[in-house]
């Protein structure tokens, strides 16, 4: 007899931040796809997504609707939206190879940090409870840090693309010659950068912490 208790492969697809996630996928596809017509929707569609991107993590609490397909879902639209958006600004500005390194960073740090996670029997990649990193730990443990940090990097970047005039255009000076003629980008700048920083510190600890994991569980199944 079937067991009506638990639910069925549908209806887990069709958890409301499941959907929102399909929905932002969708929305990602069109953003990217006129880009370089219209730059301004580009930068709303991409930034509505991403406000997405917390709502499905709150209905999903709501809801009682929390699955590991959702929490899948969620990291590899974050990690293909980012991507996405670092290659056409390497595209845009030079030197791109900044924008690839960061690229390959983002990618390398949560792919070990969710291999790790699960390697070690953890129900989520955000289970750092373990870790000796104070920052590693406030990251992961506090929503609005996590929140401010990786808003900071999404704002930079699309304020980096609107800044962009054509393909042969140096980052450093764009952003420093946009901060220098309005206290408005001066302020959304400076925050932006701190976020940034912390966000690519946190990357480059949760690659060392997520490699000793996996260390530590070939040393403990050889003993």
Known sequence: MADTSRPSTLRVYLYVPNVIGYARILMNCFAFAICFKDKRLFSVLYFV?????ALDGW????????????????????????????????????????????????????????????LVGKSSHKDVKDSTSWLFKLYYGNRKFMGYC??????????????AKNQTENIVEVLVTAATQSWLYFTLLSLSLIGWAIKQLINVIQIKTAAD???HYDIDKKR
Not at 49 to 53: C, N
Not at 61 to 77: C, E, I, P, Y
């Open 49 to 53: 997504s991403f406000v997405f991107d």
């Open 213 to 215: 994991a996996c260390v």
């Open 59 to 118: 209905f999903a609490r709501k809801l009682n609707q929390v699955s590991t397909f959702g929490a899948v879902l969620d990291m590899v639209t974050d990690r293909i939206s980012t991507a996405c958006l670092l290659v056409i600004l390497s595209q845009v500005y030079r030197p791109g190879f900044i924008f690839l390194s960061l690229l390959a960073l983002d990618i390398a740090s949560h792919w070990l940090q969710m291999y790790s996670s699960f």
């Open 150 to 163: 990786c808003v900071s990097c999404e704002v930079l970047y699309i304020v980096s693309f609107l800044l």
